[in-house]
């Protein structure tokens, strides 16, 4: 049974920081990735980092690159996000989905993951 649970979230000021922890179980068995995906109230859902179950390939979306960084620590079961020069609009809940099917061409479709979990929430003022 594949749970994705996500923490770390809470409020920031504009130029700060945060890590996001993804603690899982199992989805590696059935799923070849990870992604950190973004919901803002109102609009649509958003992958900002994915990385594979291998943390051998790594992709991430203009909004964040080179600010974020996904990692994980497989012995842990754990991936995280490293969020610095944090952006009012990087305000969201934050949620850590698996998928089986996502490549460099479609790792941003965000209707590839499941497994979705509660979230963590970001504000960043």
């Known amino acids: 049974h594949v749970q994705l649970v996500e923490s770390g979230g809470g409020a920031v000021q504009a130029g700060g920081s945060l890590r996001l922890s993804c603690a899982g179980t199992a989805y590696r068995r059935s799923h070849n990735c990870i992604a950190w995906i973004r919901q803002a109230p109102g609009k649509e859902r958003e992958a900002v980092a994915r990385i594979a179950s291998d943390s051998q390939v790594k992709y991430y979306s203009d909004n964040v690159k080179g600010r974020f960084t996904i990692s994980q620590e497989i012995l842990k079961d754990t991936t995280y996000l490293q969020m610095n020069s944090l952006k009012p609009e990087d305000s969201a809940m934050y949620f850590c989905?698996?998928?089986?099917?996502?490549?460099?061409?479609?790792?941003?479709?965000?209707?590839?993951?499941?497994?979705w979990g509660q979230g963590t929430q970001v504000t960043v003022s």
């Open positions: 989905p698996a998928a089986s099917g996502a490549n460099s061409d479609n790792w941003f479709k965000t209707y590839l993951y499941t497994f």
